[in-house]
């Protein structure tokens, strides 16, 4: 295993990105197929909705994280901060998809609401600092954007976050192995 992640280390960074980009579209992919399969329509769209936009997200700033770390040194942020964010803000928003696809909707909802209030607030921030327009590195856009129309589309998606987070838990689409029962002992 040791030999895999030194292989993976030592690949060219686009090829690692190109990785990553690829494996959270499957997610996203697998996410709307196990959303749709649902009998609560309503409730499965905003799953499917958050699930895409988020892996959307994560996917745009994995593929070309050199614009991602732009946009971070564009907000100003102290620079521990800034190298943190430039993996943590991706993984982060990579995990609202796969824990859809795992079936833990509800915890994808709050999830998914967690990081849009943190968004928020940076966004709020830097709007004071930069005045009209804020760098934002949201679904691969790196251009500057107005702040009313960035907290607009967050309160959107913090609306379909508590939805998902309060719908009902469907049962988990994919479950870990248990112990076996008695039964199963034998064979």
Not at 41 to 60: K, M, R, Y
Not at 82 to 89: L, N, P, Q
């Amino acid at each position: 295993s040791q030999s895999l992640v030194d292989r993976l280390a030592g690949s060219p960074e686009g090829r690692r990105n190109l990785a990553n980009g690829g494996v959270l579209v499957v997610v996203a992919v697998v996410s709307v197929a196990l959303a749709t399969r649902s009998d609560d329509g309503w409730a499965s769209l905003a799953t499917a909705v958050l699930a895409i936009a988020f892996a959307w997200a994560a996917t745009s700033k994995a593929v070309d994280i050199r614009g991602w770390r732009d946009t971070l040194d564009e907000h100003g942020l102290p620079h521990g901060v800034e190298s943190a964010a430039t993996f943590a803000v991706p993984t982060a928003e990579a995990l609202v998809p796969i824990l859809v696809a795992s079936g833990w909707t509800r915890a994808a909802g709050v999830w998914a609401l967690v990081l849009l209030v943190v968004f928020t607030a940076e966004a709020v921030r830097a709007w004071r600092r930069f005045g009209p327009q804020v760098p934002c590195g949201c679904f691969g856009g790196r251009e500057a954007v107005e702040p009313g129309a960035l907290l607009v589309r967050n309160a959107a998606l913090a609306a379909l976050a508590i939805a998902v987070a309060l719908r009902p838990a469907p049962e988990p689409v994919l479950s870990w192995p248990g112990w076996p029962t008695w039964g199963e002992f034998v064979p």
